[in-house]
């Protein structure tokens, strides 16, 4: 049944994606890994550059969440600073997911936090207090990474 739901939302996706959103299967004969490009939020300090996300749906999806990590490097306080890139968002643990989400809901989510970040749900403590504390600061560190890692 997961899969059918899938095929059925990618192809919504692929047909109206969300804006500064492109969805396309990782590989054609695994309709279980997606891979995500997210264009940085106008009015960001991610603008003008492009994030590879990688989303990972279960076998039991839609009665478990799917898994959101950063394929490029960004800073940001709800995503891991490792090579995972791993994103916490709150609507996606197991607790608080609901079936009838959608996975454009998800990815709107995930660029929304690019727009505001949730420094009180943060992965990264540290760029969360300079978030929250030193805003100008983390503003100019995330425009760099975005520089260095996600402009084409």
Not at 44 to 67: A, C, D, I, Q
Not at 93 to 119: H, N
């Amino acid at each position: 049944m997961g899969s059918k739901r899938i095929a059925k939302e990618l192809a919504e996706l692929t047909a109206s994606p969300p804006e500064g959103i492109t969805v396309e299967l990782a590989n054609e004969s695994d309709i279980y890994q997606w891979k995500v490009y997210m264009d940085g939020p106008e009015g960001s300090p991610y603008h003008n550059g492009r994030f590879l996300v990688k989303l990972s749906l279960p076998t039991e999806y839609p009665f478990k969440p799917p898994s959101v990590s950063f394929g490029t490097k960004i800073y940001h306080p709800n995503v891991t600073n490792d090579d995972k890139g791993s994103m916490c968002l709150g609507m996606l643990r197991a607790d608080e997911w609901k079936p009838s989400s959608k996975i454009a809901a998800v990815l709107e989510f995930a660029r929304q936090l690019l727009v505001e970040p949730m420094p009180d749900d943060a992965v990264e403590g540290r760029i969360a207090e300079q978030y929250k504390n030193d805003r100008a600061r983390y503003d100019e560190i995330a425009r760099e990474w975005t520089r260095k890692y996600a402009m084409a």
